[in-house]
């Protein structure tokens, strides 16, 4: 962000933070979720500083849940190669703080809020931790944050990084603004060439950006994130039933899975279906939607016992596992416009993973289940009634259509440690250890 574009941006802060300042006070006070974390984000009562007399000391900031869920074994393994070292977590949503929070505990030495991008607020967060190195995860480009770790010589690393069709229209549209934006970072790592083709389309510094490939892929791994153990009985599921998992599900997708949930259970009286929302609070409402369609409901969040055909999994951090207790999955944010959510979360359980046509955040991993056979992508729901009835009625398809995507994930061990050897070389002081 050169001196011009950074005074017009700062200005238009200033002048948006007075203009929305009752409105955003009183959202803040009536809003628990944003009261709880606005203070720290200015930069105020902020506790005791983070650390201690351990070295490096390296910030790792992601957007939200799915952010995180990327960096998981990356946070792991920046533990085990810098067991002295602080490392220090971020995450912009609430929903994101509470994952990292119960998955990445036991690695982290602190966690923080990420400040709003107020020069005042991001000097203070900064000085507050004054880290040796920043890891942005994937996405979350604030100006800035960016200029001032520049300005105070702190390397910056990007992470996972990808160009949607979308962002690179908008990247394109505003060059001048975005290009000294990626500028900042001493190195982004991508997650295919097309990325970085795209990058250096945009002028950044061919010297600057690595193909490293996708994290998800060894995130997804077995052992590579802390899973609830459950079964079958913890979640009140007929021994005999055949379980469909349709995870991260959106607005206007719940009615299209409910239809062919309805069609499905007339061949298949035992069909399970557990619908986890990507909004865990939406949990009534989906439980009253269902009952309303005289399919017999309950919710995971408020039921010790449950009875009932649906089980609406509206709790944080047990998609992930239940996927191993399905025969068929489905990834939601994709029969709607939501740009997708992550596959591989079912298929590394050599699960067969359904999918819609709106995949753009995963582009790259729905492309390789497809050709691996692992995956099936469906256009409506006159398709994804006729996938699943294929794959309930044959058990040995499902095995071998799953067994394919756990292939795939096999197949691309390695990402993880790429990136622990880039990270080693921006630390300098840490190379021969």
Known sequence: MNMVSGFFYNLLMTVGVIVFAPLLFVK??????????TGKRLGFALGEKPGGSGSPCIWVHALSVGEVASARNLVRELRCSHPQGIIIFSAS??????????TLGEHVDCFVPFPFDLLWSVKRLLSWVNPDLF??????FWPNFLRELTQRGIPSLLVNGRVSESSMSRYTAFRWFFAPLFNSFQSLAMQTEQDAVCMRHLGVDPERIVVLGNLKYDAALPGSSIK??????DLHIPAQALVWVAGSTHPGEEEILFNVFQKLVRTYADLFLI????????????????????????????????????LILDTLGELSSIYNLCDVAFVGGSLVDER??????????GKPVLFGPFMEDFAEISGDLLAAEGGVQVCNEEELYDCLSLLLSDPARRELT???AQGLIASRRGVTEAHIALIRKMLPREEGK
């Open 340 to 349: 997708g959510h992550n596959p591989l979360e079912p298929a590394v359980h």
């Open 28 to 37: 803040v006070i009536l809003t628990p979720k944003y009261r709880s974390r």
């Open 402 to 404: 799953g067994r394919k």
């Open 135 to 140: 890891i942005l995860v994937e996405t979350d």
């Open 275 to 310: 619908l986890a929302p990507r909004d865990v609070g939406r949990g009534a409402e989906l439980a009253a939607m269902a009952n309303q369609r005289g399919l017999p409901a309950f919710r995971r969040s408020c039921s010790e016992t449950g009875t009932g055909s649906v």
């Open 228 to 233: 609830t153990a459950l079964d079958r009985m």
């Open 93 to 102: 949503t609430r929903a994101g703080e509470t994952f990292a929070r119960s």
